[in-house]
Nanobody
Framework: QVQLVESGGGLVQPGGSLRLSCAAS??????MGWYRRAPGNQLELVAT????????NYADSAEGRFTISRDIAKKTVYLQIDSLNPGDTAVYYC?????????WGQGTQVTVSS
């Protein structure tokens, strides 16, 4: 079993930055990532990273302003978001893949508004 605990969301003004964190419990996690669901939209990929090798994958819409990273020792994955705009308002979910099974966090709200 894998448990994921997200943190770092909140209300941010346009142009600001946030760093989301996701701490994982459990072992043999192959990859972790971030997805988001904006109001009225479907869940969409933001970025993923493999735990051991650190290979990253970004959605086209996330290239440039989003940076995913991980701390292996802390079993934590981060999502740095820069130049936030209202279109980034969404619930951000952490995801982990372990032995072919996906696990999800409870989500953290990011609201971009002046």
């Amino acid at each position: 079993q894998v448990q994921l605990v997200e943190s770092g969301g909140g209300l941010v003004q346009p142009g600001g930055s946030l760093r989301l964190s996701c701490a994982a419990s459990g072992s043999s996690i192959y990859a972790m990532g971030w997805y988001r669901r904006a109001p009225g939209n479907q869940l969409e990929l933001v970025a993923t990273i493999t735990v051991t090798s650190g290979i990253t994958n970004y959605a086209d819409s996330a290239e440039g302003r989003f940076t995913i990273s991980r701390d292996i020792a802390k079993k934590t994955v981060y999502l740095q978001i820069d130049s936030l705009n209202p279109g980034d308002t969404a619930v951000y979910y952490c995801n982990a893949r372990r032995l072919g099974i996906e696990f999800w966090g409870q989500g953290t709200q990011v609201t971009v508004s002046s």
